[in-house]
Each structure stands twice: as structure tokens, then as C-alpha cells.
């Protein structure tokens, strides 16, 4: 039977994986096979989110769709994955410099270093299959909602 409905039960746990290439940056990545070639130290951390629900969804919408200064509509995805990791966070064990475990804050996911985040970003969207190659569908189908959105906001513009 498929499932209707998302509990609070539902969860996604990412996997982040932390070090640094041969120039000393900071290199970050979420599947294995992704794994850079002659890196050596490698930091395992876990972060666990639960899954989005409808309301969710359209709050990340809402939060990330803006007005350009000619009246269309523009999709922040940036704005998006920040707030998607903020909102469905449960857990981590991440740590600060001197070791000591931090909660998963907004504070500390705006904190990070942003090629971390953008790993967490990744592996949480493979996580809850949102870029599925057979889910092209699905992308078609947020597109022709938020072209309606954009519709139905310059009608209400209008009266």
C-alpha cells in the first residue's frame, strides 16, 4: 500500500563525509563513491532530518519565490536547500573546534562552511529523491505550479 501520509517518524540520515585535498581546503561529500582520490583523513559525521510534508513543501516555496523588479517570479534555489536543511534538521553530531558536540541550530547550519553545507545540501536531496531521473515528472509539474502561482498573484494583482 502506498503511503499517504508523512509522520514524524519519517526519516532521512545523511551520511557527511569531511577533509581536505592536497592545497588544504576544505572538500566535503555524502556517497562514497564520490570520494576524492589520495585523501587520506577523512571526518565521518551523520545528520538525520525527517521528511518534508505538504505544508513543508510550500513553505519552502513561499520562502524562497521572489519578485524581480519587473514583476516576475524568481526561484531562490540557494534559499531553498539552506531552509530545507534548517526546517526538517533533527539531528547531528557535528562538533566546533575544540571538540565538543553543537546542536543542530540555525545558527550553526548558517555557520557552516559553505562547501560543507552544500554536501548536506546534496546528500539530503538525494536522501529524500528529489532529483530522481524518473522523477522528471515531478520537476515538470513544480514548474507548472509555480508558473500558476505567478498567474493567479498578478490577477490578485490586478483587483
Not at 53 to 77: M, Q, S
Not at 118 to 129: I, K, P, S, T, Y
Amino acid at each position: 500500500m502506498s503511503k499517504l501520509f508523512v509522520t514524524e517518524n519519517d526519516e532521512v540520515v545523511i551520511d557527511l563525509y569531511v577533509s581536505e585535498n592536497s592545497s588544504g581546503n576544505t572538500i566535503a561529500w555524502t556517497k562514497d563513491e564520490d570520494r576524492p582520490e589520495n585523501v587520506e583523513q577523512v571526518e565521518k559525521y551523520s545528520a538525520t532530518f525527517r521528511q518534508p510534508n505538504y505544508k513543508d513543501t510550500v513553505e519552502l516555496l513561499d520562502i524562497a519565490t521572489r519578485t524581480d523588479v519587473n514583476g516576475d517570479f524568481a526561484v531562490n534555489l540557494g534559499s531553498i536547500r539552506m531552509h530545507r536543511i534548517v526546517m526538517l534538521i533533527k539531528t547531528w553530531d557535528f562538533v566546533d573546534e575544540n571538540g565538543a558536540t553543537v546542536e543542530p541550530t540555525i545558527d550553526f547550519v548558517i555557520s557552516l562552511n559553505p562547501i560543507v553545507a552544500m554536501a548536506l545540501a546534496d546528500g539530503l536531496e538525494r536522501g529524500l529523491n528529489l532529483f530522481d531521473d524518473s522523477d522528471e515528472d515531478n520537476l515538470a509539474n513544480a514548474k507548472d505550479f509555480l508558473a500558476k502561482a505567478a498567474e493567479l498573484s498578478e490577477l490578485e494583482d490586478k483587483n
